[in-house]
């Protein structure tokens, strides 16, 4: 039996080392190179919190500036590449391999340094993925986390961006690893425990507080009557039609486009308490009308959004609070919602071909995923039937004994057939192909799978996926709503017009909707100022969303 | 902005009705009916906790000894119907309707309760779809919770037995629901906070400890030399081929037969450190020769396994544990480990169809889910490759763009074709479809759909169904290893030898195995005794399993 207890021996000496850097538990941000240079470790596995909204930002400025001859070659394992910090540890030799799932602001250095071979990649994954590999495989050594504030003891308040905390923790501190949180303050008692004292090894006090970027936020003055056109159809011809009351919104101005027209088209449509009713979705201000407009029952978050925080506080009767009143976000729960609760993925990309695969990879950028493909899929171990499911699942299903009909996810791709810098959204053959081989991905980095998505909406109509019966009904239906890109101009027009007359193609007058009522005048808010009072005042934009 | 607000004021006041029967935050178990009719209203969404293993059952008994005038018509949510009361309280009009799991030992009373329209059924789910619905539209009034201990302030400690406690807590307590908790004693401080106070709102001091059922342990004497060879030919022609290191196990004699065999049969064969390194498991006494033999390096765990305590805490190297040294289990984070993090999922089942298509539900029983559909498919959303994922993947790929290759999970069933009773396992058409007519369910209780399971092995081969191109040779693969059953003397028996030359059926001695060797003396393990003999006297087996 000797030979057993060497990892727990092991974290207590690291935590023996890091103590000569604390008083206590607590660590003062001067100190934060010297805690990090003696906890760690060479190949440790490290996860850097940080996703596509809060940050560990003052940890890892600490980290970064460790010596790279006593810390080195690290194993990142992490949510989001979003900070230069993130990256400047693999130039600096301090980190040498990276298992993560969503880069934004750092998509093409990362593109650039994989290249370059500075980068040794494990996987670009979806959160609940990686979360679930940190109880398996990748299980971190050290987790370097962010809080609101913590007590003496280390019980943690998150506060409103609970997020990625609670899973990362767990992981590491149930597993013999060492937690050190950064806090903006210390305080004699937390206002809610988020995470137990006894989970957290090293307090430290950060020089500022956390960044946190405000990614959901979508200014309804800059939406398109086109965007308002794609929103109509998609709630009179899927929304309406399907019944669906569980969902899940991506970020683009396509959905927000939907969600300021619940309280007005929708609500003349007679849709009200019959769709949109559930959601696994970040606190939105364009769905602020929705709610005060009694639209909406209830909603579970992945994170906060800034600006958010008093307007969720007074509304607890829709969102998740804590005792202390404010948010309780949760990115795995919310990542589980949206898998296994939601009926429909509705979210945007950069990329289809014609089979329907897509992918927010462009030639240049390794994005990453962050949740999309996971609430993207069609989840085959979900056994609990809804109207909104099943009438999927007839739609799809074309043999086999009625008896063993099961039901599908709605996985639907609202895109205008020319994104920003009129780059046609319609391809042959999807970028991220050529950048995987051209920087040795072993998988390609799809997005949404062909055989997961049921619908893509454009400016030109819906195409119904589900309804399709051959590969070549596919392309054409694809082709259908294509527009002017030179995937839509190479329709064969007679089959076209066929796939309309069987409901797969549906043009907006085929829905009853004129295109010239796409109408600003439809947004039940024309603005951030709008938005803020919908909210009665509550709903604080940050400076950059405010002109006033 | 008036009537914002009620769902907060209305669980304040439901706290403030129960006071009068506490004592603080404590309760005394013969006050739990008093708090109970105090807290409850009709038509209350209730999770009563209770899965396959611990159970809430102080409380079970306290919702069964309500005034049916007073709490009634429940809608229960909860993962497992398991103890008399669970069903007790739908024939007394407590509870009306329910959403659930798992139900093993009252599967049968289940199914007459629902033919006599005693139940109003939501929908049987897997665990971490429940758990997702709980954050979207089925999240609880109340959760009825068990834990170990708990201080005067409510901090709460599950042990090793955490399971699905956590989950439950934060949909309830952070949606404005009221949270009790009954433990086993109340102490001034619990050895580790795996519930954090501000969460728990009444703490009831149970007349005995919690019930929990010994469901993972499996007893080496009673396996048969059948089982044996079965697992032979799994770990040479399955574990073997594809290098399977992350897996997850059902809880058959002929899973724990491979547990067994790994110290035995896969070291000769040189697999030590190639296969079974990770594991999503709970703490079966099965694997301890391979967990002493150094052969497993990590595994998480949905919960715990009855006389496995003190053995985990000596093993911190490879469990997941606390502060305390005790485990730290969490089944919503074990499934999803099973579902993202694992390779393969290999598991029993009572009834295997002609397509592949498995059930657990016979003609009288709606046993329910449990994980099995959960771990046994193909999640869409996975992206990060693995070589036993991508050569499983390229095996299923016929056609398309090379470069969209991508993997897929193994899925296998591992059966005797004739089971308990000499029941046959293979058959024309499963039961389920004809008990989902008979009680009116929407979706025939299927456990594993075809389209997710890649290998079925028997006492007479394997079938990879990987292989197969036709839905005629997935049928003859399945009658090929289907033995003297009515479905495996229907075989085509050229067909099938073709199928075996382009080893799509593999006998025994297409493997190299011979099925005389299949000794029970290959057990590293062969009794109770043993395992105890192998964790040197940690493991303490509960009396049922003593012979000694």
Chains 1, 2 share one sequence.
């Not at 949510?79 to 934004?104: K, N, T, W």
């Not at 602020?288 to 906060?304: M, N, R, T």
């Not at 053959?429 to 909406?457: F, N, Q």
Request: net charge negative; aromatic share 6%; with cysteine.
């Amino acid at each position: 039996m000797s030979g057993w207890g060497r990892e727990r021996a092991a974290r207590d000496a690291r935590i023996e080392a890091g103590r000569a850097h604390a008083a206590g538990k607590i660590v003062t941000a001067a100190n934060v190179v010297a805690l990090l240079e003696a906890i760690l470790q060479p190949d440790d596995r490290v996860c850097l919190e940080g996703d596509n909204q809060k940050q560990a930002d003052c940890l890892a400025r600490g980290l970064s500036q460790c010596d790279p001859a006593r810390v080195h070659d690290l194993h990142m394992v992490q949510s989001g590449i979003v900070l230069p910090e993130h990256l400047d540890i693999f130039e600096q030799g301090i980190a040498r391999r990276l298992d993560y799932s969503y880069s934004g602001p750092q998509g093409a250095r990362i593109a650039r340094m994989l290249y370059g071979g500075h980068i040794e990649l494990g996987a670009v994954h979806t959160y609940l993925e990686l979360f679930a590999r940190y109880f398996v495989d990748l299980t971190p050594n050290v987790a370097l986390i962010a809080g609101v504030s913590a007590d003496r003891d280390g019980n943690l308040y998150t506060g409103p961006n609970t997020e990625d905390t609670p899973t990362v923790v767990e992981a590491t501190a149930f597993k013999n690893g060492v937690v050190v949180a950064q806090v903006n303050e210390i305080v004699d008692r937390v206002p809610r425990v988020d995470i137990p004292g006894d989970r957290i090894d090293f307090v430290v006090e950060a020089d500022r507080p956390f960044y946190v970027e405000p990614l959901f936020t979508r200014d309804p003055a800059a939406m398109t009557e086109t965007q308002i056109l794609m929103a109509m159809m998609a709630i009179k011809g899927i929304y309406a039609e399907y019944g669906i009351r569980r969902l899940n919104h991506g970020i683009g101005f396509g959905t927000a486009a939907i969600e300021l027209l619940l309280p007005t088209y929708a609500e003349r449509l007679g849709l009200k308490g019959q769709i949109a009713t559930h959601w696994a979705l970040n606190p939105h201000p364009t769905l602020i009308p929705a709610i005060e407009s009694g639209w909406v029952k209830q909603v579970h978050c992945f994170g906060s959004e800034v600006g958010m925080d008093r307007y969720i506080r007074e509304r607890s009767d829709i969102f998740f609070t804590g005792a202390d009143g404010s948010l309780r976000s949760n990115r795995a729960f919310c990542q589980t919602a949206g898998l296994y609760a939601c009926d429909l993925f509705i979210g945007s990309t950069l990329q289809i071909d014609l089979a329907g695969h897509s992918s927010t990879v462009t030639q240049n950028r390794v994005a990453g995923f962050g949740g999309a493909p996971n609430m993207g899929s069609d989840p085959h171990g979900r056994r609990h039937p809804s109207d909104t499911w099943m009438k999927a699942g007839r739609e799809a299903q074309v043999t086999g004994d009625p008896a063993l009909m099961r039901g599908r996810k709605l996985v639907v791709q609202i895109v205008e057939t020319f994104g920003e810098g009129l780059v046609p959204a319609f391809v042959e053959r999807l970028d991220a192909l050529e950048l995987a081989h051209k920087i040795g991905l072993e998988l390609a980095p799809v997005m949404v799978y062909a055989d997961d998505v049921t619908h893509i909406v454009t400016e030109e109509g819906i195409a119904n996926l589900l309804l399709c019966r051959t590969a070549d009904e596919r392309e054409q239906a694809i082709r259908g709503v294509a527009g002017y890109t030179e995937i839509g101009r190479g329709r064969d027009r007679a089959m076209v017009e066929r796939l309309r007359q069987r409901g797969i193609v549906r043009r907006p007058e085929d829905l009853g909707i004129e295109p010239l009522d796409a109408d600003r005048s439809l947004l039940a808010a024309r603005s951030i100022k709008d938005l803020v009072h919908w909210s009665g005042g509550l709903y604080e934009p940050p400076a950059k969303f405010r002109n006033w």
